[in-house]
């Protein structure tokens, strides 16, 4: 997709130069209440799929894991608890407010030892290859400016036999059930998010950058022929969530 039409169906404001300076913009303005808004939006189901994400990546103790774009250090935290006191995580953002508040968030736990905190562009992971038994990212490869080079960062950076892993928004397809999600997803989060943030335009943006968003079969596509074997979906909560998987 090129700059302009990505400009254009994401009605990115004038103010920024592309979707990722406003996607650092956004995220900078929502870091400080970003888990609790993620936890009341979701109705709570962003514990489960997080977990549920990590039961895919078939990570061991002892194991090291990394999340890609990791924002406060959910996945991080989830992936810690596998892996364990001997084992080790790594997590990767580019919003210095995200990772902010990441290191704080782990610092109240007993994971503090075990979870490291980069900054880097998703694109571009500032790792070495084969590095990790898996990797993840979750809720952001709507965010990223390139899906392929992200997806093929993740394997660069995986151990042979390991696991990338996609934990993201998807589009429903059961009748009623899907209307009424798209309702609360267009009409009624918007309002919600500018409630517990205090300012609109950031809450507008998840229904936008979803409408763009590939369907999970061709996100599956992508991880079979940037050459992840056995590249499978499973859709959670109706679908209104879907987690890919693939093996290096």
């Known amino acids: 997709m090129k700059e302009k039409e990505t400009k254009q169906s994401l009605s990115i404001p004038k103010q920024y130069r ?14 400080h209440r970003y888990d609790i808004l993620n936890t009341l939006l979701s109705f709570n189901r962003d514990k489960y799929w997080r977990r549920f994400t990590v039961e895919k990546c078939n990570l061991k103790p002892g194991g090291s894991g990394l999340d890609v774009a990791c924002g406060t250090g959910m996945l991080c935290l989830e992936q810690a608890k596998v892996v364990g006191e001997t084992g080790h995580v790594t997590g990767v953002d580019f919003c210095e407010d995200m990772l902010a508040v990441g290191k704080e968030n782990i610092s109240q736990t007993p994971y503090v030892n075990n979870i490291n905190f980069k900054q880097g562009n998703a694109i571009d992971l500032p790792l070495d290859d084969d590095s990790f038994d898996c990797a993840t990212i979750g809720f952001a490869l709507r965010n990223v400016p390139d899906i392929k080079k992200t997806i093929s960062e993740m394997k660069r950076v995986v151990k042979p036999g390991g696991k990338v892993v996609s934990l993201e928004l998807s589009k429903p397809s059961m009748p009623i059930f899907k ?4 309702l609360y997803f267009e009409k009624i989060l918007p309002t919600l998010g500018k409630l517990g943030i205090g300012k609109d ?3 507008s943006y998840l229904p936008q950058s979803l409408k763009v968003f590939p369907h999970q079969k061709e996100i599956r596509d992508m991880f079979e022929e940037l050459g992840l074997k056995e590249a499978q979906y499973y859709e959670l909560t109706g679908g209104i969530v879907t987690v890919h998987v693939g093996t290096k």
Request: hydrophobic share 25%; no cysteine; aromatic share 24%.
């Open 18 to 31: 592309n979707k990722e300076e406003y996607v650092h913009s956004i995220f900078s303005s929502i870091a």
């Open 201 to 203: 335009g950031p809450y």
């Open 179 to 182: 209307q009424s999600y798209y």
